[in-house]
């Protein structure tokens, strides 16, 4: 499968960006999806994730309340709405696919991925 993420860009502290996450050559509709991040100079960092239906989500403390994971199975595609956005978010975004059909934040458990999108927060 290859997945391919957009959406990225440049914003002020404050505004808002949506990441997609488009697969192909395989359907990842059985796969749970995850979004992780990494600053420059910093590791990778898990951001959300969802369940292969989408009914079951996941946040880390730093995003929670104003990232939105959700997904369209029948456009094999995942998004990120980011909302609130701080200069501590600036990253890039990288999206992956799942070996089992649940969430996790352990970036092991994702065997395929993007390429990542740049999200720049300036204050």
């Known amino acids: 499968v290859q997945l391919q993420a957009s959406g990225g860009g440049s914003v002020q502290a404050g505004g808002s960006l949506r990441l997609s996450c488009a697969a192909s050559?395989?359907?990842?509709?059985?796969?749970?999806m995850g979004w992780f991040r990494q600053a420059p100079g910093k590791g990778r960092e898990f951001v959300a994730t969802i369940s292969y239906t989408g009914g079951s989500t996941d946040y880390s403390d730093s995003v929670k309340g104003r990232f939105t994971i959700s997904r369209d199975n029948a456009r094999d595609t995942v998004y990120l709405q980011m909302h609130s956005l701080q200069p501590e978010d600036t990253a890039v975004y990288s999206c992956?696919?799942?070996?089992?059909?649940?969430?996790?934040?352990?970036?092991?458990?994702?065997?395929?991925w993007g390429q990542g999108t740049l999200v720049t927060v300036s204050s």
């Open positions: 992956a696919a799942s070996y089992g059909p649940y969430g996790s934040r352990d970036y092991t458990r994702f065997n395929y």
């Open positions: 050559k395989r359907t990842v509709r059985n796969n749970a």
